[in-house]
């Protein structure tokens, strides 16, 4: 028999859109965390702090998640992850291939894949296409919040950009925007932290130093992934993700400790 499908109409297909994306902006202007940059490491935190059972809310710049989790190196999209970090590959169902000793290699679209939906069906929600502005700040300079925008007002001639941003509040933030650590340079450009800017590659040195690192940058503020690096001056460390993946994990740790 013929499938036919239902009698809905464009009408009910906008308001269906635009009523659920109101609902659930309006429900997440106030979170327990909210988290800043949709890759590997802001997608790991996410997924831990929802599961949980924390109100988390991902703010991403661009159209998709992952950030570079999707294409690896090169644009070549296999990605590496270095022993130990395989059980988070084996936990969520990603296949792999040991290609050397406790060296392993994934796809980098099934991986990311992946990792997405575990966070959605974890309760992680996102605010796509959507730009990190400034940062709520109370007297005691803790962070409370984020300012954030649309992405494309960027590309708006300079004449005509004066749109106004809006902010969300949150007991904690998560900086997770690689190398760019965008949260904590809006802190750097009110006098209150100093950075040191990431250093050269050394893979065997940086993805120890980026877990040991990670951690509470400033009241309300955690630093997770590359990000790590930019602030502390660490090496970096290229198309390989575990560090990215653990960093993810010991943020949402250190999060659910502070939101005791």
């Known amino acids: 028999m013929k499938e036919k499908f239902s009698p809905v109409g464009e009408k009910e297909v906008t308001r269906a859109i635009v009523g659920e994306f109101a609902t659930q902006f309006m429900e997440y202007v106030e979170c327990d965390c909210?988290?800043?940059?949709?890759?590997?490491?802001?997608?790991?935190?996410g997924r831990n702090l929802a599961r949980a059972g924390k109100k988390v809310l991902i703010v991403e710049r661009n159209n998709y998640l992952g950030g570079g989790f999707w294409i690896g190196g090169y644009l070549l999209n296999k990605v590496t992850i270095r022993h130990p970090a395989e059980r988070?590959?084996?936990?969520?169902?990603?296949?792999?291939?040991?290609?050397?000793?406790?060296?392993?290699?994934?796809?980098?679209?099934?991986?990311c894949s992946k990792l997405i939906a575990s966070a959605c069906d974890s309760g992680v929600r996102f605010a796509n296409m959507t730009i990190f502005d400034d940062l709520v700040l109370r007297e005691d300079s803790r962070i409370a919040g984020v300012v954030i925008n649309w992405t494309p007002i960027t590309s708006l001639p300079r004449e005509i950009t004066c749109v106004d941003p809006v902010a969300l509040e949150s007991k904690l933030i998560i900086d997770a925007t690689g190398h760019?650590?965008?949260?904590?340079?809006?802190?750097?450009?009110r006098g209150l932290i100093k950075t040191k800017g990431f250093g050269a590659m050394w893979v065997e040195r940086s993805e120890d130093l980026i877990i040991e690192h990670t951690?509470?940058?400033?009241?309300?503020?955690?630093?997770?992934?590359?990000?790590?690096?930019?602030v502390y001056g660490l090496p970096r460390m290229g198309p390989t993700f575990g560090a990215m993946l653990l960093s993810g994990e010991v943020a949402a740790e250190i999060a659910l400790e502070n939101l005791k």
């Open 88 to 111: 988070v590959l084996d936990e969520l169902g990603i296949p792999h291939k040991e290609v050397t000793p406790d060296l392993l290699v994934a796809d980098g679209p099934h991986a």
């Open 34 to 45: 909210i988290i800043v940059g949709a890759g590997p490491s802001g997608l790991m935190a």
């Open 215 to 230: 951690g509470e940058v400033h009241p309300g503020l955690i630093v997770a992934g590359m990000a790590v690096s930019t």
């Open 180 to 189: 760019d650590a965008q949260v904590v340079r809006k802190l750097e450009e």
